[in-house]
């Protein structure tokens, strides 16, 4: 018997083990379970802070142009289990795939994370000349026009020595930001967000996008900080973000010598994150820790808006975001992307 | 269960890391290591990276601060800096080549900072055209600027107010003008001035000189941005070029052998003879109106400023900004753990603090949140409030073929060559049993390939009683003739070269200045290159001062016909000083290798002159 009782107990002991080492191994397998996180450059910071609080998020910062030709033809591992960005770079890339007759990558519910007004930073020497020559509001068909003309600065009522019409942004071909401000350039140009691949055929508006695009100075790094860094001597206005702007104006020593401008209508680059169709846990993890309180602080603390969390230093109340982002389709913004590598040649 | 052990797991986890970081701190520390010096502490992971010479003292100083500091060490790694100078143009070179012998050139850097960007765009392309990935960063990755200075046109006070600046502007079509009018200052009411005379350096080596040629191009095209090929191909632009390079004085591989010979100059009254304009970066202004004309001050210096100051000019078609990037390198020998170390020390070099430090060596910060400040003041001679406009960065291939063209457009020289074939040429030199007469003779027929075709070249070789008829101390091996037709003979000749007797190195400096004196040509640079591995051993001629008076009064003075002598200091027994001496009396600059093995290196910066 008392055999028989040793032998039972150590069956229970074996199986007791087993249960446990399998309920570690699973345990251990959540937590090294890795979570690869893809950001756009402007969304570096923010993601930085997501990846030093929960160490299962392996961070790569990517300018959102390069990750969308990569998984825009990617046919195995797309090397992410989730992608910060603004909209709407994601359904460029599945438009893109759709027409390379490959699958959709990204799930279509994609909230809203935080949003940020386009905005066009500009000397205020240089804000007065162009009130003038714009019919007092600064607009980007107007500093189009004035980028575009031969005679530069004296032939719109700036001085002389302004030299050229010096407008910058990031690079539509790859930076995020970029493609989204030549999106609200463009429909600044018709009047409407709605514009078609057609009206990009359109003379006098290839004419105004030549004569603007081809006028852009080329910057290493961030136009805005080139521009704070050296003066007018780099850019006399560039577009980007609210968010970018914003807190950048509010620490630079030459921040005060800038106005910041809302160009009508406002348009927003908004944070999406896009999550891959097919993914068993891993997206449901990433939304919660992306859409988590403390992604929402840091997007907030990086100078984007977020309801509900306090405003990063230099991003003002107003003016009110609009209800959508009145951007140009992802389609159209694909095809500027073509017409735009077209003018400059780059 | 769970929720009550995973912050408890975190905890020891952070603990861990706070104890590492901790102990990584500790090891920094304890180094007692500073200014990039001394060994790696223990745990602590090396960044060695590799700066032009401009700023060379403002990395130590931001490195002696960062090692053994708090910023030194993160959870993962600690870093420890290790500085070396390097010029822009040559660790481009050393880099595309994988940057071999690390003996002789160095370690291999994790980080670069060339004084321009333009060096990494230049190096990326090289490495497009060998098939190779390239090193340096681009589009959202592209390296930070640590600093800027714009490059602008340094010219004595009064010249710059005889051409009314700042109420005119000025830009380089203005200066192409001055150096082809035939009454030069003259045609301004000063025609005690002399001809207009242009200082530049070499753009395969300087910044400067590098942007001063892409805003020469773009002045000749009337472009500020996107110059190309095409634009670089086309007759007037390439008139427009040679005509700008007709008026230089000489080349040289740093813009601070002209700033030097300036400041002598003007302690003699000199200095508007000299050079009525150098292309230099903004920085080098401010240093030469404070004394300091090479931005080094040594221990005991006292900077005294010049009679004469300078004014910095900002061309009037814009110009180009050295922004001094900080560069991880994607090199095959940079590990992950190196770039993270390095990261370490970029965001130090980028904090406000350490950028207020910045400016204080002269320089323009490259974080926007510094304000630019004293000493970038008019008091100074440079203007904060300039410049206006900026060119635009050529593209790559662009980049290359300027420095290209500008080996053929540059100002012709006619050189003679003076080698020292005395007996202590014949010591041994090497590990390999090569004597300095060896190692010399190689490097001077390398030499000879950075001569362009039209330049003018001869060979002389010195040593007593060289020569059974008078003059009896050197022989002209080759007469100075056109290197294109000469080239291989004096290479054959220079293979065929033993060592002899002793040194009369007086007696052939003086002879060879003057042999190229009584030949000048004014369309070219005329130059003497003098290498030499001892001291005068000639009781023949032993009156050093009488030759340095020779020297001098050749060179000063509107009129004069200046022949620039190059000594170069070969062997540990060779006599640097009076080399130097006999440098300054010819407005050149002397250069040592008195590591034998540094001879070729030497020699190629020496031609760069020409």
């Known amino acids: ?346 | 269960m769970r929720r009550a052990r995973f912050p408890a797991q975190r905890a020891a986890r952070a603990l861990v890391v706070a104890v590492a970081t901790a102990m990584m701190a500790a090891a920094c520390t304890s180094s007692g290591g500073v200014g990039g010096a001394g060994a790696v502490p223990k745990g602590c992971t090396a960044v060695d990276m590799a700066s032009s010479p401009e700023k060379i003292d403002l990395i130590t100083d931001l490195t002696r601060r960062f090692n053994g500091s708090a910023a030194a060490t993160s959870a993962k790694t600690c870093a420890f800096v290790r500085v070396q100078k390097k010029s822009s143009g040559t660790a481009e070179q050393l880099l595309a080549q994988g940057w071999p012998d690390e003996t002789t050139n160095g370690p291999r850097p994790t980080v670069w900072s060339p004084a321009s960007s333009a060096w990494g765009a230049i190096l990326n392309e090289q490495l497009r055209t060998a098939g190779q990935p390239p090193m340096v960063p681009t589009g959202a990755a592209a390296p930070k600027p640590i600093q800027l200075t714009p490059l602008v046109i340094a010219m004595p006070k009064p010249m710059a107010d005889a051409l009314g600046y700042p109420q005119t502007s000025i830009g380089y079509g203005d200066i192409l003008k001055l150096a082809q009018d035939p009454a030069g200052w003259g045609g301004k009411g000063h025609p005690e001035w002399g001809p207009f005379r242009l200082g530049k350096t070499n753009p395969n080596f300087s910044t400067s000189a590098l942007s001063a040629t892409i805003a020469e191009y773009y002045a000749a095209t009337g472009k500020t941005r996107d110059l190309s090929n095409e634009d670089l191909a086309r007759p007037e632009v390439d008139a427009f070029a040679r005509g700008v390079e007709s008026s230089v004085v000489h080349y040289g591989d740093i813009t601070l052998t002209f700033l030097n010979n300036w400041y002598r100059n003007d302690a003699r009254g000199t200095a508007l003879t000299y050079a009525s304009a150098v292309a230099v970066e903004e920085k080098s202004v401010i240093d030469y109106n404070k004394g300091n004309p090479d931005g080094i001050l040594d221990p005991g210096e006292q900077p005294r400023p010049p009679k004469v100051p300078l004014v910095a000019i900002y061309p009037k078609e814009g110009t180009l900004f050295s922004d001094s990037p900080f560069i991880v390198l994607d090199a095959p020998w940079v590990t992950p753990q190196a770039k993270d170390a390095a990261r370490l020390f970029e965001q130090f070099v980028l904090q406000p603090d350490n950028q207020a430090r910045v400016l204080s060596f002269g320089f323009r910060p490259g974080n926007s949140q510094v304000a630019v400040g004293d000493p970038i003041t008019k008091a100074n001679g440079v203007d904060p409030d300039q410049p206006q406009n900026v060119l635009g960065l050529p593209d790559p291939a662009v980049l290359v073929k300027v420095i290209d063209l500008w080996g053929q457009q540059r100002k012709s020289a006619r050189v003679l060559m003076v080698l020292d074939v005395s007996g202590s040429m014949g010591e041994p030199a090497d590990k390999e049993g090569n004597t300095k007469l060896d190692l010399a003779k190689q490097a001077a027929i390398d030499s000879l390939g950075q001569f362009k075709a039209d330049d003018q070249v001869g060979l002389r070789i010195f040593s007593t009683d060289i020569s059974a008829t008078p003059p009896t101390d050197y022989v002209d091996l080759v007469p100075v003739g056109s290197i294109g037709d000469q080239r291989e003979l004096i290479a054959t000749k220079i293979r065929a070269l033993t060592p002899t007797q002793g040194t009369p190195l007086y007696t052939v400096a003086r002879d060879s200045y003057n042999l190229m004196r009584n030949s000048y040509d004014a369309a070219r640079i005329n130059a003497v290159m003098l290498l030499t591995d001892g001291k005068n051993e000639d009781p023949r001629n032993n009156n050093l001062d009488g030759l340095l008076n020779d020297l001098r009064a050749g060179n000063e003075g509107q009129s004069s016909r200046p022949v620039r002598v190059f000594p170069i200091a070969y062997g540990k027994d060779a006599d640097l000083g009076t080399l130097r001496r006999i440098a300054d009396a010819t407005n050149a600059a002397a250069y040592d290798a008195t590591n034998p093995t540094t001879i070729a290196a030497v020699l190629a910066a020496v031609v760069s002159n020409f």
Request: glycine share 12%; hydrophobic share 45%.
């Open chain 1, 1 to 346: 018997m008392r055999r028989v009782l040793a032998v039972v107990a150590a069956i229970a002991m074996v199986a007791g083990s087993l249960a446990l080492r399998g309920r570690l191994d699973k345990r251990s397998a959540d937590q090294a379970q890795v979570l690869r996180l893809t950001c756009a450059t402007e969304l570096e910071t923010p993601c930085m802070v997501l990846a030093k609080d929960d160490t299962r998020i392996k961070v790569t910062v990517e300018a959102a142009g390069t990750t969308a030709d990569r998984l825009a033809t990617s046919e195995s591992d797309i090397g992410l289990e989730g992608w910060l960005t603004t909209a709407p770079w994601p359904d460029i890339v599945d438009q893109e795939r759709r027409a390379h007759s490959l699958e959709p990558l990204f799930a279509s519910s994609r909230p809203t994370l935080a949003r940020s007004p386009l905005v066009i930073a500009v000397w205020k020497d240089r804000a007065a000349a162009l009130g003038g020559h714009c019919g007092g509001t600064v607009g980007w068909r107007c500093l189009g026009d004035a980028a575009g003309t031969a005679g530069g600065w004296p032939a719109i009522g700036g001085r002389a020595e302004w030299g050229p019409v010096k407008v910058g942004h990031g690079l539509p071909a790859t930076d995020g930001v970029g493609l989204l401000v030549l999106g609200q350039a463009v429909g600044s140009w018709f009047g409407r967000p709605d514009v078609s691949t057609i009206d990009l055929d359109d003379g006098a508006f290839q004419g105004w996008f030549g004569g603007l695009e081809r006028s852009v100075p080329t910057s290493a790094g961030s136009p805005l900080e080139t521009m704070l860094a050296t003066g007018p001597a780099a850019f006399d206005a560039v577009g980007t973000t609210e968010a970018e702007a914003g807190p950048q104006l509010a620490r630079a020593a030459r921040g005060k010598q800038v106005d910041l401008l809302y160009p009508s209508p406002m348009a927003t680059a908004d944070v999406v994150l896009a999550v891959p169709v097919g993914k068993a846990k891993a997206p449901a993890t990433l939304r919660g820790v992306v859409g988590g309180s403390a992604a929402r602080r840091a997007l907030a603390v990086a100078g984007w808006r977020v309801d509900g969390q306090a405003k990063a230093q230099g991003v003002p109340d107003s003016p009110p975001l609009p209800a959508t982002s009145n951007l140009p389709t992802p389609g159209l913004l694909d095809a500027l992307r073509a017409r735009w590598h077209e003018v400059t040649g780059k």
